[in-house]
């Protein structure tokens, strides 16, 4: 069993940015793959970034690429969502989540334990 816990989120300007954390607990977590996603009302979740805790290889979905970076801090237990240059179309929920997988799946179907989400909200 994980346990996930974001924070971070909150109000900010188009252009601005934010960093997202996600504090993991749990046995075994060093294995698990970590993944953000993201959702708004009336609308599936979307996949932001991915990566694994031994690795520093990452992916991105190709509405953030290059606008956000994902990372590991092991020593904390925490997974970190960099965002930049933010823009209204990025709000919405951010969820982390961790996946048994050893692939880099950007699928949510993949992804066996979730937080409880941040909002984000960015104004024009």
């Known amino acids: 069993q994980l346990y996930l816990a974001e924070s971070g989120g909150g109000l900010v300007q188009a252009g601005g940015s934010l960093t997202l954390s996600c504090v993991v607990s749990?046995?075994?977590?060093?294995?698990?793959?970590m993944g953000w996603f993201r959702q708004t009302p009336g609308k599936e979740r979307e996949f932001v970034a991915v990566i694994r805790w031994t690795r520093t290889t990452a992916y991105y979905g190709d509405s953030v690429k290059g606008r956000f970076t994902i990372s590991t801090e092991n020593d904390k237990n925490t997974v970190l969502l960099q965002m930049n240059s933010l823009k209204p179309e990025d709000s919405a929920v951010y969820y982390c989540?961790?996946?048994?997988?050893?692939?880099?799946?950007?699928?949510?179907?993949?992804?066996?334990?979730w937080g409880q989400g941040t909002q984000v909200t960015v104004s024009s």
């Open positions: 749990g046995r075994g977590f060093g294995g698990y793959t």
């Open positions: 989540a961790a996946s048994q997988t050893t692939a880099y799946t950007n699928r949510p179907r993949d992804y066996e334990y």
